[in-house]
């Protein structure tokens, strides 16, 4: 039986959203919802997306629609999850999962209770290098972690005359590069290495304090506005570079901009253990480099064969042939329609595969950075309500 999909909020990711379930090949777009019954409309016919709802609530009451893809603005990740959840709907959220830690923790929680699929687009996991990645540190290939660190770069913010509604508190939420980009690295540093950030010391900066903005707000990235308009004051931040300590006994550091000439989508993340070290950048992301102390560094190129076996259903196309963010956007929504099928059961998950719990334990990461900058840059531990006892996790 195919499953019927429905998607709210029909901005910049709302395609690849939809391009990853048509390549699944079992799943049927149903329609979208956006702010308006015309504006719904004109997305549905430009992305031969199905049918037009006047309004989410009406896309949750079809009963043709049983996984609710929820591409909103920030502030409205609450109300959409929260709806879809309680109408029985499995939910594929956007990050962040929510505006604030408190509404994440609240869905969070509901969803706990839904026993519905509920799963949070971190899509730098559906890489096939970054699970290769995850596994040899697991199996011990680099012995123990003792540094992880790396950036998360981009420049298009740079422009004083650039303006999303991303820097707008109320819509995109205290934070806009922390909570934008910081939030994918920090999750993947702790999904590859198995291990948990407890404590952070973050400094944050604003480089662009005063933008022209137009009256309404631009869509974010590739509709960022350049054009003259309001002068609007902007106080998240832009730059940030936040220390870290593991529970496993490691540290860490990492630099997040968004006003950074030069660097377009530039993520990268390095683990360097006691035998051995791994990096691997998002922008190069068929090559894994492996470093040694004794003997001459190498770069594994993405091969199949040559992969992990847990690894080798992330890599689609033989060695040669380059796979990249949408590839790795699909894996991740291909497990997550393999949880659906499977029951949602929570010991059917694919291990890759991000939930709330992992959208709830961001938001608590990013919250934790933003009181460590207002204390003038003290050490903040960061809270875990989800784990009361907990050792260093093993990863298969």
């Known amino acids: 039986m195919k499953l ?215 869509k974010a990235f590739a509709g960022a506005a350049k054009s003259a308009g309001k002068r609007r004051k902007i ?21 997040v901009g968004q006003v950074l000439p030069g660097h377009k989508n530039d993520l990268r993340l390095e683990v360097n253990g006691r035998e051995g070290s791994l990096a691997w950048r998002q922008e190069q992301p068929n090559e894994l480099w492996m470093g040694h102390h004794a003997k001459a560094n190498t770069v594994l190129t993405r091969d199949p064969s040559l992969l992990e076996p847990s690894v080798r259903g992330y890599a689609h196309l033989p060695a040669g042939h380059p796979e990249a963010w949408a590839d790795a956007f699909r894996n991740v929504i291909a497990d997550a329609y393999a949880w659906i099928r499977g029951g949602a059961r929570p010991e059917a998950k694919p291990v890759a595969l991000p939930t709330f719990a992992d959208g709830y334990r961001n938001s608590l990461l990013v919250d934790a950075m933003l009181k460590s900058h207002a204390a003038g840059g003290l050490w903040q531990p960061v809270e875990n309500p989800l784990e009361t006892k907990r050792t260093t996790r093993k990863c298969g």
């Open 4 to 218: 019927g999909m429905g998607l709210v909020g029909p901005g910049f990711i709302a395609a690849h959203h939809l391009d990853a379930v048509r390549r699944l090949g079992n799943v049927e777009v149903i329609g979208i919802a956006g702010s308006s019954l015309e504006s719904a409309k004109k997305r549905a016919r430009e992305l031969n997306a199905g049918q037009a709802y006047a309004g989410y609530r009406e896309l949750l009451a079809d009963p043709a629609v049983h996984v609710v893809h929820n591409t909103t603005p920030n502030h409205l990740h609450r109300e959409v999850s929260l709806a879809a959840l309680r109408a029985g709907k499995h939910v594929i959220s956007d990050k962040p999962l929510a505006a604030t830690m408190q509404e994440a923790r609240e869905l969070y929680e509901a969803a706990q209770k839904a026993n519905v699929a509920h799963v949070v687009t971190f899509n730098y996991r559906g890489y096939p290098l970054v699970q290769q990645a995850r596994a040899m540190i697991a199996k011990g290939k680099i012995g123990q972690s003792v540094f992880v660190h790396g950036c998360y770069l981009q420049d298009w913010l740079t422009d004083e005359r650039a303006y999303t509604w991303r820097l707008d508190p109320k819509l995109g939420g205290a934070s806009s590069a922390l909570g934008d980009i910081g939030s994918h690295w920090c999750d993947l540093a702790e999904h590859v290495t198995g291990a948990r950030i407890v404590a952070v010391l973050a400094d944050l900066h604003t480089v662009v304090p005063v933008r022209e903005a137009p009256d309404t707000s631009a």
């Open 235 to 255: 106080t998240s931040e832009d730059l940030a570079s936040v220390l870290l300590r593991f529970d496993n006994g490691a540290r860490g550091c990492v630099t």
